[in-house]
């Protein structure tokens, strides 16, 4: 996703100045945003050219002369939803917006197309013993269990190479050997696999104290028995516009009491709730960190991700969320896993 802060104007801002902004940038447009960085509307050169065949002067603002509702995606579109609504659209761009209008970034469809590797390293927690999931991880460890016709793991591996994120650092220790095995350095797979060895359980945090290296840009850390339809890019360019040392990906959980739940004030009965649902948001396990979270992490013990993110709050230091709609399922248990198998053909 392209950049987009050299192309973000007001809808005070002068055609004049929007025109010079539009011939320096190789984006071909402009984007109008409100003073909270929303999403108004996109400007043109050929906007531009119509309003000065109306005789509006340079000097006016664009106000009026802006197209206010383009083709928009929001962060939670797959890359192949966006594929496909430039092609029906016959559009070359489209802005990125978040669940609140607020502008992301700029996607580019020549480069959606071709892919670009990124240098943002991918660390996936494949260490975990998978009992609940037993008697299936007896001889196989959980990442390796077949979904589709291939192992959990491998989808992972694949959707995020798809998004141009080679770079993969497998934190290994339960039968580690047949991970592996399987994937080697990864270039059968179009990408590029070093091992961490976990001697001890170190939790999904304290695991990263072990790097050989330490990463330098931000980057992600996934669960490795997860199986989503998450745009990673988009989860990205949300982190970075957001100014976040670390962002959770988290999911709407519903629970639904079984009782009339009675209210109490002093005694005395308030009202009554008949089987009420509760909704709450929950870690989806998959995260996107900063470089810097290294230095809060101790070495060689167990420290797992929730410390992590209540040391970053502690420290007053910008801890987000970053809501999935899309697809995910947590395979942790056995009803999970059927359903897996069940649903993969049509989401993958």
């Known amino acids: 996703m392209k950049n987009i802060e050299d192309i973000i104007v007001k809808e005070s801002t002068s055609i004049l100045e929007v025109l010079q902004i539009i011939d320096k940038s190789s984006k071909q447009l402009a984007i109008v945003v409100d003073d909270n960085k929303r999403l108004l509307g996109t400007i043109s050169d050929g906007d531009i050219r119509r309003a000065l065949l109306n005789n509006i002067s340079l000097n006016e603002s664009v106000k009026d002369i802006y197209f206010k509702t383009p083709t928009i995606a929001t962060i939670n579109h797959s ?3 966006i594929i496909n609504i430039c092609r029906m659209k016959k559009i070359h761009q489209i802005p990125i917006v978040d669940n609140y209008g607020n502008l992301i970034g700029l996607e580019i469809l020549d480069e959606l197309i071709s892919k670009e590797n990124k240098i943002n390293k991918v660390i996936l927690m494949v260490g975990g013993l998978g009992t609940r999931l037993r008697p299936l991880t007896e001889n196989t460890p959980k990442p390796m269990l077949k979904v589709g016709n291939k192992p959990i ?16 650092i497998m934190c290994v220790n339960y039968k580690s050997h047949m991970i592996q095995d399987y994937f080697g350095d990864g270039k059968e797979f179009g990408v590029n696999i070093e091992y961490v ?14 790097l050989r290296e330490k990463p330098t840009e931000p980057f992600f850390v996934m669960n490795g028995d997860l199986l989503t ?12 516009s957001n100014n976040s040392l670390g962002t959770m990906c988290v999911r709407e959980y519903d629970f639904q009491v079984p009782y009339g739940v009675v209210n109490i004030s002093n005694s005395k009965i308030t009202s009554i709730e008949e089987k009420p649902t509760h909704k709450f948001f929950v870690s989806a396990g998959i995260y996107m960190l900063s470089s810097e979270v290294l230095d809060y992490i101790p070495e060689n013990q167990f420290y797992d991700m929730p ?11 910008n801890a987000i969320s970053f809501p999935l709609r ?4 947590d395979i942790g248990r056995i009803e999970e896993y059927k359903k897996a198998n069940e649903e993969y053909d049509e989401v993958f």
């Open 79 to 81: 890359k192949e939803e």
């Open 153 to 168: 793991l491998q989808t992972i591996v694949e959707k995020f190479a798809e998004y141009g994120y080679t770079n993969i």
């Open 197 to 210: 060895l976990e001697n001890q359980r170190m939790g999904t945090a304290g695991a990263l104290s072990l």
């Open 229 to 240: 339809n998450v745009n990673f890019e988009h989860l990205h360019n949300y982190h970075l």
């Open 307 to 317: 410390t992590l993110f209540e040391k970053i709050i502690s420290e007053n230091k």
């Open 326 to 329: 899309e697809y995910w399922l």
